[in-house]
């Protein structure tokens, strides 16, 4: 008999595995691709492949690299083998990207990214696929990131600091960072949150949408050792990985949703209120609720200074982080990418992606252990949101309003002393002000 926890374990020996297998594989035919810079002019309108372009029916073998990488769906689909086939290319260009820079070609294109657009090509592609112009990057707000300095001077003040000592600081806060330790996400308090939302808009049945999988069209046309591949790595998992969900799961109810946020108070927006708003514009559909907000904020995850996002400075804080000028944008896509996951995916699949990604975490040079706490219990509350939808618990759910209020479900009241004072004494130097009286030398005390 199997030990608890056994299945986890070979689960993860598996997709380890298969991991190095799609990463090889990946690696063999992405040698073959030119960079998207080096590729000849992408289809038109005139061209006869784009005549009658359905991406239903289209010959998925007709189209290069150049068109395929800017495909994108312009509403849900359940199967859509074209957007199969050009997730599934943009993973293998993104092998190619990883493997040129660590090549030393620093200057690899083999993305499409904001900062990287043809748009000569991109245009054509577009026509010929019959999408509408990818929107500018969005805008940004001018404005320091915020921080609330009420919470910081307090802990400094606890900390010990003096007056003189929190003016210093206050005065270069954006150099003041405490990373916190503690985790933040109590997973059955927010899990009783959602279903609380769930229950007081009655006038919704919660429903389900069938999540998009690999379709059989676009299975047909890869080799035996691929198709084994995507039956395990699901192209929600994929797309995921990627970051690139707003292209290739898109719901139709995404710029609604960030219409919403933008019009909401600046670091006024909290998980609850967000799943709110997105399971009204799904009418009740908990997947693609949790799937409309994931779209929304990991769209412009590869942005530079992401964090000026008008849309980031709308969300709150959900970070045991001290100084508001940590990274919030990707623990908040992250924390909703993880429970779209679990929600889909269940415990054992969704315990293994999490640890593949904080594994994936602890080499990035931004490692967060804030961001893996997002990955880890992100997991845990998509899958009691995907067992209180299997067993329709929202029949008989009792109302419990206090189930919304934020600091129940989140946790940032964390000690930061010792860090702070750790950090005072090692850096205190380059804060401008009343300097500390030099330590006498030997001679001088005589």
């Keep these: 008999m199997n030990k608890p926890g056994s299945k986890a374990v070979n689960l993860s020996v598996l997709y380890t595995v298969v991991g190095l297998f799609m990463l090889a594989g990946a690696n ?18 005139g061209d006869a492949i784009c005549k009658n372009f359905d991406p239903l029916t289209a010959n998925l073998n007709d189209f290069d690299y150049r068109t395929l990488a800017w495909y994108r769906q312009t509403e849900y689909r359940a199967e859509d083998p074209f957007s199969d086939h050009a997730l599934w290319t943009e993973f293998r260009l993104q092998v190619k990207d990883k493997i040129d820079r660590i090549h030393g070609n620093q200057n690899a294109r083999n993305l499409v990214l904001y900062s990287n657009r043809d748009e000569a090509n991109e245009t054509r592609a577009e026509a010929c696929m019959k999408l509408p112009p990818l929107p500018p990057p969005p805008r940004q707000d001018t404005v320091a990131p915020f921080v ?54 009655a006038d919704l049945t919660p429903s389900s949408a069938s999540p998009t999988k690999w379709s059989k069209k676009f299975l047909r046309t890869e080799n035996t050792f691929t198709r084994a591949v995507q039956k395990i790595a699901s192209k929600l998992l994929v797309a995921l990985g990627n970051g690139t969900t707003s292209r290739h ?7 609604n949703l960030r219409e919403w946020i933008l019009a909401q108070p600046e670091r006024s ?14 009418k009740g559909d908990v997947y693609l609720s949790i799937l409309a907000i994931e779209n929304v904020l990991s769209e412009y995850f590869l942005i530079g200074d992401r964090e000026n996002l008008v849309q980031t400075n709308k969300l709150g804080m959900i970070l045991n982080h001290l100084n508001g000028y940590m990274d919030l944008y ?29 594994l994936n975490g602890i080499f990035a040079k931004d490692a967060s252990n804030q961001e893996d706490l997002a990955n880890r219990k992100g997991i845990d509350i998509g899958v009691q949101l995907r067992r209180f939808m299997k067993n329709e618990e929202w029949k008989n ?16 009241e964390e000690d930061y002393s010792d860090r702070i004072q750790k950090f005072w004494k090692e850096h205190q130097s380059e804060f401008p002000g009343s300097q500390p009286a030099p330590t006498p030398t030997p001679a001088q005390s005589e």
Aim: aromatic fraction near 12%; hydrophobic fraction near 40%; proline fraction near 7%.
């Design 148 to 201: 609330d300095e009420a919470r910081f001077t307090d802990a400094l003040r606890k900390a010990g600091l003096s007056n003189d000592e929190i003016s210093r600081v206050l005065a270069k806060k954006s150099q003041f960072t405490i990373l916190g330790h503690e985790n933040p996400f109590a997973v059955k308090e927010f899990s009783e949150g959602l279903f609380q939302v769930i229950h007081e808009e």
């Design 269 to 282: 927006i909290f998980p609850t209120e967000l799943f709110r708003q997105s399971y009204r514009l799904n």
């Design 397 to 412: 759910l009792e109302s419990h309003p206090e189930y919304l209020v934020k600091e129940r479900y989140l946790h940032l």
């Design 28 to 45: 063999a035919h992405a040698k073959k691709v030119k960079p998207l810079d080096q590729m000849p002019q992408a289809p038109g309108p």
């Design 249 to 255: 799961f898109r719901v139709g109810t995404e710029d």
């Design 330 to 358: 990707g623990p908040w896509y992250h924390l909703w990418g993880t429970i779209l996951f679990g929600y889909v995916a269940g415990p054992i699949e969704g315990m293994v992606a999490a640890d593949a990604e904080m």
